[in-house]
């Protein structure tokens, strides 16, 4: 199987949202001709947003930033927005916010026998309402664990801009209205989550079960455009279609749970090749199928295999002394996605910050216009090997060597070139036995470039200057 691009889970909700040319404006109803059925108006409790969702992103987080499949759907829009004419605001959100969440979590499915989760969506005068249901109950795959089916899915509601500003600010007629619609809904469950937007605001109500007194927990904030309310949305889908088995997850060092594994792959891409076959094509982990291989006994006898023949058959040495090597400039970050940091570095104490200032080196790359992060190619020759390619437990799956560079966009360098610092990444080497976390050479390199981002106020003083990661071809001697 050639090299297919692998992206991670969580990227498919920060994809960018498409703009329509127009959407159908809802006239909602004035203060005065709400209906008002409920006798009893709740109180609202206003919280902040990310007190209420925060515990919520954060297990979205942990459970989808290390899964990934070759099959996760990019965002495809279904609908035409070059049509003439208004498009309804319902189906424009169920488009760009909705179908990609059941799409992300349906290709992170724990088995193939699992159905997509499906929705159903309504419109009423002033707001429209969407309804995600539950798997079927006949397509459950037996666990260990006992499934549970007690916690709801969340309600999504679009709401006019004057009807959500009603809510939060507590306008009696409002809040009596949301209260008739979010009553039999309540009834039927009351842990459910109601998620709602006015497409500038996000807001989420949850009823309150510590007091006695009726109480409905309020929450928002304004939003650049609806990737939060996709990011939100997951996030209240995931701990209850984990807790239906319909994801399986592993925790690192958590031996009681099962790995999120996606669902299984189409026959054509599960045909045992030949051993041969996969000697000459396979040069990586990521030309794998992780799941395919943990699934089954087979694929995995011959990844053992695969692993011996390169240990054995292929020289750990990548490049000699004396070797040119082609590179594309900043290669690696254009064909895999990078760490996203959640948290920028918290800088140390002002004492510790004119000690790195004090020992601060010249960028010794700023002499050599264009300057090399500027570049489409360049060339460099590798001069000696700093680490032993061998070690105790066999070949190493990183080499570093010293190289100079000589040519930048095919102009050789007038002046001498200083030396660098060459670190080569080869996950054929790496050793990997059973039930170790999966590990690629694009997995190492993308730690690397996230530590080098975090600490780019180090560099030059404590850390070396950090010129990119890079795709060499092979070396020419």
């Known amino acids: 199987m050639p090299y297919v691009e692998k992206f991670f889970s969580h990227e498919v909700l920060l994809q960018p949202i498409p703009e329509p040319p127009r959407l159908q404006e809802i006239e909602g109803l004035k203060p005065d001709s709400t209906r008002r059925r409920t006798t009893t108006v709740p109180r609202l ?101 006992k499934a549970n089916l007690s916690l709801p899915l969340p309600v999504v509601m679009l709401l006019t801009p004057a009807m959500l500003h009603g809510i939060v600010t507590s306008d009696p007629h409002y809040v009596a209205r949301i209260t008739d619609i979010l009553e039999p809904i309540w009834e039927s469950d009351p842990d459910t989550y109601v998620l709602g937007c006015d497409f500038q605001n996000v807001l989420t109500l949850r009823l309150q079960h510590e007091s006695n007194v009726r109480e409905v927990i309020c929450s928002y904030a304004p939003i650049p455009d609806l990737v939060p309310v996709r990011v939100i949305l997951a996030s209240f889908l995931i701990t209850p279609i984990v807790g239906i088995r319909y994801i399986a997850w592993k925790l690192p060092n958590d031996d009681d749970s099962n790995m999120g594994i996606g669902p299984l792959l189409p026959p054509e891409l599960t045909t045992l090749l030949p051993d041969n076959v996969i000697f000459a094509r396979y040069c990586r982990h990521s030309d794998f199928d992780y799941p395919l291989i943990a699934l089954s006994e087979e694929h995995w006898a011959q990844f053992s295999r695969w692993k011996t023949h390169m240990v054995e058959s292929v020289a750990s040495q990548s490049v ?158």
């Open 320 to 477: 000699s002394d004396g070797d040119i090597l082609l590179g594309t400039t900043d290669g690696f970050t254009q064909a895999n996605p990078l760490l996203q940091l959640f948290y920028p570095a918290i800088l140390p104490p002002k004492s510790t910050m004119q000690t790195f200032e004090s020992c601060h080196r010249t960028d010794p790359l700023q002499e050599f216009p264009p300057q090399l992060t500027q570049s489409s190619l360049f060339t460099v020759r590798v001069l000696r090997e700093l680490t032993q390619s061998q070690d105790v437990t066999g070949p190493r799956p990183c080499c570093t060597y010293v190289c100079r560079l000589l040519t930048i966009d095919n102009r050789p360098l007038t002046n001498p070139a200083p030396f660098l610092c060459l670190k080569l990444y080869d996950d054929r080497f790496l050793q990997f036995q059973p039930f170790q976390k999966w590990q690629t050479a694009e997995d190492l390199v993308r730690n690397e470039i996230a530590v080098y981002q975090k600490l780019d106020f180090m560099q030059g003083s404590l850390l070396p200057y950090f010129y990119g990661a890079h795709l060499v071809s092979q070396s020419i001697h």
């Open 45 to 145: 409790i206003l919280k902040p947003l990310k007190d209420e969702i925060g515990d919520d992103v954060d297990w979205l987080s942990i459970v989808t930033t290390h899964l990934y499949r070759t099959d996760i759907p990019r965002y495809q829009p279904s609908v035409n927005y070059c049509i003439e004419g208004a498009i309804p605001r319902i189906d424009y959100f169920c488009d760009v916010v909705v179908q990609p969440v059941l799409d992300l979590l349906y290709s992170l499915r724990f088995s193939a026998s699992w159905p997509p989760i499906t929705y159903s969506k309504s419109t009423s005068n002033d707001y429209s309402s969407v309804i995600i249901h539950k798997p079927r109950m006949d397509a459950m795959v037996a666990t260990k664990r």
